[in-house]
């Protein structure tokens, strides 16, 4: 008793705070009318129907709530204080409502079934009675529990309206049918006394009826019967399974529960119903296994497909209504993929025979009725398009026979011939659905009134016809040339512009579907151009694709056409990253003219003239101009990798590699320059920066990690050589960079150039002299003082040309460079000659040091510091 004691102390300490909380709501009531107000009204909590209650009104239109009348005033202005609403019609207040009304139904339903199991348990445990008399007394049950919950709903039993969860009667038939299904399945397998036949199809009449009792007695009991009925043919096992009568049994229970679903509106029923026949289907598929019961699979698609349109479809005969602005439905359109579904598996599991094809015609067809018929299912074409290409490419188009190997005599029939195409039904079959799909959409299409649908139709007719002629293509010739498949692209590219052309300018969404049109004709074509040509044509296809959309978009400007375009160069560019070689690594021997020049530069000239056709200032021109910047980089980095190692897979960059990259670099940057002045767009901005910064890195590399004279890397020549390409030529681009944007760039911009063609210049005559002296081999350690001399004269040599260089342009920054250089050369003949040097040499490299140093100061005060004194006045 000590557990139970507890026990009730917990209950009674909530119960406590549940009074607490009801006192002080009283006292609060009392002090306002004490003071002379009457207390806030709350009104009355409208009471919806059962159904609506459990949230499984899916099919039905949903109704405005309407507004409460407001309170009435109250007679003096006091504060009001908002009572919480009273625990109205199916509105549990707290945790005493629930644990009294709703918890004890459901434990006390559970407590039924285990108190009848535990005594089903004890009579066969002690052998009190026989298995006859068990299984009557457990028949008994189950009628007594179903006869006491008829009773109470008959009764009128309160908690069916205020607790639909929790519905007394409902719980009491539940456990009624609970019991007999338990009883049925212990006489078939405990027991034996019932054969399977009988067995089977008792339990499917319980679980029916339980369906059908659903209908006076809420969900609960629905999901319970369709559950049991679901799981009724795997509990009862024979030597000679039936697949027509698995068939007819799954084919009735779905007609059952999809009926309950209509009639009580409850979606979520219908849509486990559709799963649970379509799961049972794709089972009786790898049970027939193309043998004498086949069949029984397409009879449960063309099931599911007329109960579909008879009870699923809004709007379609017996079916939810459809309200004045009907969106697609998800339960029907599940069901219609799971009918179309198992009709496509059909043709492959008994190898496209004849009569399985025309049942996925007839389902293909009867999907396209319905949506003509019913706004709702206006998605049904768009879901038989891609089944009806899976049908086409699981089609075995090779038969046997045609020839013998042997000649006709003896063996003439025993040796099978060479296997031979049957392209008849093929074709026939392709053709048939392809116009059924392309036509109906079309015309559908075109008077279409609502956007949704209008995009549903159009979208059937081009994505069905394209998704066909690709299976095809795939299974005829294993995407391979074939100028007869790309004459079929041309001539559906041809239909599409026709279409356009006949809907634009009506009125409704008839525009919109246009552009899905003009869309496909694009796609058409560059499909046509795909099957036509070799190698990497398809990223030159998408790309003219993305051309010709813009192009379109620009003289017809149909909503979505520019988004679009944008869409297809993303798609190139998404190609080239899954194959950066486009033409599997062998672009052609030849230099710069091979098939790089074709996949890289005819992208990147469609996407250029797709944004100047475009115009505007969107996205998706700015995309257009981002892919055209991409791939002229593209052409050129594959081209320098082609041109220096012979093909795009290799070793790692060498010397030459990264010089070429640093001169494309630094050129690109300039040409961006060039147009950030006459576009205001961010692509060349940001384009700028970016590549800026990628030559900045390269520029490290050359005078870093691949410098020959960390690399021993030979330069081969004396004087024309590849340091022109790594370090003379980038410094000539550097400072033209610096030049072209002195009046555009932040000082930081213009230093940074600067300082980048100052570091390689200097860079370049200092590995020239090195080159001079030790050979090819700049990494020797050869040094004698010959060189080391020259380095002085060299870098004052280059200082005094950087200091006439700035005099004579008036650069400051040019003056300021040749000071960097002669006081580094003044640094290294101080503490390098000075020590390393011997004899005359010594001696020229400070007396050249001098000389230099006073013609420097002599110019300065000649050239710069006597104009400055003239102007103010002074004597020079």
């Known amino acids: 008793m000590g557990e139970f004691a507890g026990l009730f102390l917990i209950i009674a300490f909530i119960l406590l705070f549940a009074l607490r909380r009801r006192v002080k709501q009283l006292e609060t009531r009392i002090e306002l009318l004490e003071r002379g107000a009457a207390p806030a009204q709350v009104a009355p909590v409208p009471t919806p129907p059962a159904e609506k209650q459990a949230g499984l009104s899916v099919f039905a239109p949903k109704e405005e709530p309407t507004a409460a009348p407001p309170p009435a005033s109250p007679p003096l202005e006091v504060p009001q204080i908002e009572e919480p609403a009273p625990a109205g019609p199916g509105r549990l207040a707290g945790f005493e409502e629930r644990f009294g009304a709703l918890w004890t139904v459901w434990l006390g339903g559970i407590a039924l079934a285990l108190g009848g199991i535990f005594l089903v348990r004890y009579a066969i445990e002690a052998d009190l009675i026989g298995p006859g008399a068990r299984l009557t007394l457990g028949a008994l049950l189950a009628v007594a529990l179903l006869a006491a919950g008829e009773w109470l709903r008959r009764k009128g039993e309160p908690s069916r309206i205020a607790l639909p969860f929790a519905d007394v009667p409902a719980m009491l038939t539940a456990a009624g049918t609970s019991t007999a299904y338990a009883v049925i399945y212990a006489a078939y397998e405990i027991y034996g006394l019932l054969p399977p036949g009988v067995a089977f199809l008792l339990l499917g009449a319980v679980a029916i009826a339980s369906m059908a009792a659903a209908l006076l007695h809420g969900p609960m009991l629905a999901a319970l019967g369709l559950v049991a009925a679901g799981v009724a043919p795997l509990l009862v096992s024979?030597?000679?399974?039936?697949?027509?009568?698995?068939?007819?049994?799954?084919?009735?229970?779905?007609?059952?529960?999809?009926?309950?679903?209509?009639?009580?509106?409850?979606?979520?029923?219908?849509?486990?119903?559709?799963?649970?026949?379509?799961?049972?289907?794709?089972?009786?598929?790898?049970?027939?296994?193309?043998?004498?019961?086949?069949?029984?699979?397409?009879?449960?698609?063309?099931?599911?497909?007329?109960?579909?349109?008879?009870?699923?479809?809004?709007?379609?005969?017996?079916?939810?209504?459809?309200?004045?602005?009907?969106?697609?439905?998800?339960?029907?359109?599940l069901a219609v993929t799971g009918a179309l579904g198992l009709g496509a598996l059909l043709t492959a599991a008994v190898d496209q025979a004849a009569p399985s094809l025309i049942l996925f015609g007839a389902l293909v067809?009867?999907?396209?009725?319905?949506?003509?018929?019913?706004?709702?299912?206006?998605?049904?074409?768009?879901?038989?398009?891609?089944?009806?290409?899976?049908?086409?490419?699981?089609?075995?188009?090779?038969?046997?026979?045609g020839t013998t190997v042997a000649a006709p005599g003896a063996m003439e029939g025993v040796v099978a011939g060479p296997p031979v195409l049957a392209l008849?039904?093929?074709?026939?079959?392709?053709?048939?659905?392809?116009?059924?799909?392309?036509?109906?959409?079309?015309?559908?299409?075109?008077?279409?009134?609502?956007?949704?649908?209008?995009?549903?139709?159009?979208?059937?007719?081009?994505?069905?016809?394209?998704?066909?002629?690709?299976?095809?293509?795939?299974?005829?010739?294993?995407?391979?040339?074939?100028?007869?498949?790309?004459?079929?692209?041309?001539?559906?590219?041809?239909?599409?512009?026709?279409?356009?052309?006949r809907l634009t300018g009506r009125e409704g969404a008839s525009e919109h579907a246009a552009t899905v049109f003009a869309t496909g004709s694009v796609a058409a074509l560059a499909l046509g151009l795909t099957m036509a040509l070799e190698r990497g044509w398809l990223t030159v296809g998408l790309a003219l694709a993305s051309l010709g959309i813009a192009w379109i978009a620009s003289t017809r400007p149909l909503p979505g056409l520019r988004q679009l375009s944008a869409f297809v160069g993303i798609a190139v560019l998404g190609r080239v990253m899954w194959d950066p070689t486009i033409a599997g690594g062998n672009p052609g021997a030849t230099p710069v003219l091979n098939w790089l020049l074709w996949g890289y530069g005819v992208?990147?000239?469609?996407?250029?003239?797709?944004?100047?056709?475009?115009?505007?200032?969107?996205?998706?021109?700015?995309t257009h101009e981002s892919l055209a910047l991409i791939f002229a980089v593209l052409l050129a980095v594959t081209e320098i990798r082609h041109a220096v190692r012979g093909t795009l897979i290799g070793p790692e960059p060498g010397l030459a590699e990264i010089a070429g990259y640093l001169c494309v670099a630094l050129a690109y940057v300039i040409g961006l320059e060039r147009l950030r002045r006459v576009s205001a767009s961010p692509v060349y901005e940001l384009g700028s920066l970016g590549v800026f910064a990628i030559a900045g890195l390269l520029a490290f590399a050359v005078l870093g990690f691949a410098n020959p004279m960390v690399t021993g890397d030979l330069i081969e020549g004396r004087f024309i050589n590849l340091l022109l390409l790594a370090y003379a030529v980038p410094a000539v681009l550097a400072f033209a960079l610096h030049r072209v944007t002195r009046e555009t760039r932040p000082l930081w911009h213009r230093r940074a150039s600067g300082a980048l063609a100052l570091v390689l210049a200097f860079a370049y005559v200092t590995l020239s002299v090195r080159r001079f002296f030790v050979g090819p081999d700049l990494a020797s350690e050869d040094l004698g003082s010959g060189e080391l001399y020259a380095y002085s004269a060299v870098w004052l040599v280059f200082g005094i040309a950087l200091l006439l260089a700035g005099l004579l342009s008036g650069s400051r920054e040019l003056r300021l460079a040749s000071a960097c250089i002669v006081m580094l050369t003044i640094l290294k003949v101080f503490l390098w000659d000075m020590s390393d040097l011997e004899g005359v040499l010594r001696a020229l490299s400070f007396i050249g040091l001098g000389l230099v140093l006073v013609a420097i100061g002599w110019l300065y005060q000649h050239l710069l510091l006597r104009p400055a004194n003239v102007q103010k006045g002074q004597p020079s």
């Open 238 to 333: 024979t030597d000679e399974p039936s697949a027509w009568g698995l068939a007819v049994y799954v084919a009735v229970v779905a007609a059952a529960a999809i009926g309950v679903a209509r009639a009580r509106l409850w979606a979520w029923l219908a849509a486990l119903a559709i799963i649970g026949a379509t799961l049972w289907g794709l089972v009786l598929l790898v049970l027939t296994e193309g043998g004498s019961s086949s069949a029984a699979p397409g009879f449960l698609a063309a099931v599911l497909m007329a109960l579909t349109a008879a009870f699923l479809v809004p709007g379609l005969f017996r079916g939810p209504p459809a309200g004045e602005m009907p969106r697609p439905d998800w339960v029907s359109a």
């Open 365 to 401: 067809f009867a999907a396209i009725v319905m949506a003509w018929r019913a706004e709702a299912a206006s998605h049904a074409p768009l879901i038989a398009a891609p089944l009806s290409a899976f049908v086409l490419a699981a089609w075995d188009v090779l038969a046997q026979g």
């Open 424 to 501: 008849g039904g093929f074709i026939a079959f392709g053709l048939a659905l392809g116009a059924l799909l392309g036509l109906a959409g079309y015309l559908k299409a075109g008077r279409a009134e609502r956007l949704m649908p209008a995009l549903a139709w159009s979208a059937a007719a081009v994505v069905g016809p394209l998704l066909l002629l690709i299976a095809a293509y795939w299974r005829l010739t294993d995407f391979g040339i074939s100028y007869g498949f790309a004459l079929a692209a041309l001539a559906l590219a041809a239909l599409g512009t026709l279409a356009v052309d």
């Open 603 to 622: 992208p990147a000239l469609s996407f250029a003239a797709a944004a100047w056709r475009l115009g505007g200032n969107d996205w998706a021109r700015r």
